[in-house]
């Protein structure tokens, strides 16, 4: 069953002879359930293309469908219901005082924040091994990393969005992060990730996507891709 669907998607940034094509006629299709890597060399077009998938951006050309729907119909708590996000950096993502508001804060922007959200708050703190009451900006860089992704897993989305989420983290926040994810995957969850760890990717991807300059150039089982040299 198809979940994400991107078709001819072209980015174009500047005018004139400032013109940068960022994404160049880019298309393909996600099954749900299925674990997606998209790799490349820095300024391939990777960031741009997962911003669009969750309507961070808007295309210039082109569309991405999620369920059948184009993005650009949808409003945000739509969006944010449908593909949770996480960026690079946690702390472009956190925003509240303590651990707890922060699990809370999606359900309060969307005015859901009933008994039945508090329980899964409660839920994900105890799987998390959180601190409910801890100010998430003195935690270190791994569990801020973890904070931002269980403010993600606990709205439920079905597809998640991950740009680059091992980056900065030592191997054994790593392990934490990539299991949170395997997990997420296992559950049935979609999962979309840049990564620029081929490690990660060959153990966690089962298909691998490769961008250069804003282009598809493969896309295929992540063994076949990462064994091809002439690719990569």
């Known amino acids: 069953m198809e979940i994400l669907r991107v078709e001819n998607l072209t980015k174009v940034y500047g005018k004139g002879?400032?013109?940068?094509?960022?994404?160049?006629?880019?298309?393909?299709?996600?099954?749900?359930?299925?674990?997606?890597?998209?790799?490349?060399?820095?300024?391939?077009?990777?960031?741009?293309?997962?911003?669009?998938?969750?309507?961070?951006?808007?295309?210039?050309?082109?569309?991405?469908?999620?369920?059948?729907?184009?993005?650009?119909?949808?409003?945000?708590?739509?969006?944010?219901?449908?593909?949770?996000?996480?960026?690079?950096?946690?702390?472009?993502?956190?925003?509240?005082?303590?651990?707890?508001?922060?699990?809370?804060?999606?359900?309060?922007?969307?005015?859901?924040?009933?008994?039945?959200?508090?329980a899964r708050v409660d839920e994900v703190i105890e799987e998390f091994g959180f601190n409910a009451n801890a100010e998430p900006y003195l935690l270190n860089r791994g569990t801020r990393q973890l904070l931002a992704l269980a403010s993600i897993i606990v709205m439920a989305p079905q597809t998640i969005i991950l740009d680059e989420p091992t980056t900065g983290l030592d191997y054994r926040e790593c392990c934490k992060v990539m299991e949170a994810i395997e997990k997420l995957h296992k559950s049935g969850k979609t999962i979309v990730m840049v990564c620029h760890d081929m490690e990660v990717v060959a153990d966690f991807a089962d298909r691998v996507i490769v961008m250069t300059y804003g282009e598809m150039v493969a896309d295929g089982p992540t063994f076949d891709i990462l064994r091809n040299s002439e690719i990569l």
């Open 17 to 118: 002879e400032n013109e940068v094509r960022a994404l160049d006629g880019v298309s393909f299709s996600v099954e749900k359930g299925a674990f997606v890597s998209v790799i490349g060399p820095s300024g391939s077009g990777k960031s741009t293309l997962i911003q669009q998938l969750n309507g961070l951006l808007r295309p210039t050309s082109g569309q991405v469908l999620i369920d059948g729907a184009p993005t650009t119909q949808l409003r945000t708590s739509q969006l944010a219901a449908k593909v949770g996000f996480l960026f690079q950096n946690p702390d472009r993502q956190i925003c509240c005082k303590t651990v707890r508001e922060e699990l809370e804060f999606g359900f309060k922007a969307q005015g859901a924040l009933d008994d039945e959200a508090r």
